[in-house]
């Protein structure tokens, strides 16, 4: 069984590519997921210049692809589930590379918008009553809304 599921926060806006002859999307992106490690050994890592978080790169295939690149910046909070993928190539030098990643097949978008106030893609999806209503008509709710 191959299944990985991971929440982390993006290092940087996704990349966007179409293959060439089928063109086909593909975006990858890094995610940088924390450890799970105690506060003082968290303060230990920091101390010596140690990661706190690993980062894995995530690959994405077709719409959802596009959605990342148009919809994700770096900083957002997004959970990814997928499969582990090795592979391996030959560079410049001549030199074996080998890669891990992980090939997304669902991605959900855990933060929208624009923390800083102002609005980006996200928050303007829906722009005729200036209201988001992200994918399959769901819109985010204020904590304060909620009734329990």
Do not use: H
């Not at 990661?51 to 295939?61: E, L, S, Y």
């Not at 560079?91 to 074996?96: C, M, P, S």
Request: hydrophobic share 35%; with cysteine; proline share 4%.
């Amino acid at each position: 069984m191959n299944n990985v599921v991971l929440i982390g926060r993006l290092t940087a806006d996704p990349e966007l590519r179409f293959l060439p002859g089928s063109g086909r999307a593909v975006s990858n992106f890094t995610l940088a997921v924390d450890k799970d490690v105690s506060k003082a050994k968290r303060q230990e890592f920091e101390q010596q210049g140690k990661p706190t978080a690993d980062f894995i790169r995530i690959v994405v295939w077709g719409r959802q692809a596009e959605n990342c690149a148009n919809y994700m910046s770096k900083g957002k909070l997004v959970g990814v589930q997928g499969r582990i993928q090795t592979r391996s190539y030959d560079n410049n030098q001549g030199q074996r590379v080998f890669i891990t990643e992980v090939v997304a097949e669902k991605v959900q978008f855990l933060e929208w918008g624009d923390n800083t106030g102002q609005n980006n893609n996200a928050n303007n999806y829906n722009n005729n009553n200036n209201d988001f209503a992200g994918p399959d008509g769901f819109q985010p709710v204020d904590d304060e809304d909620i009734p329990f």
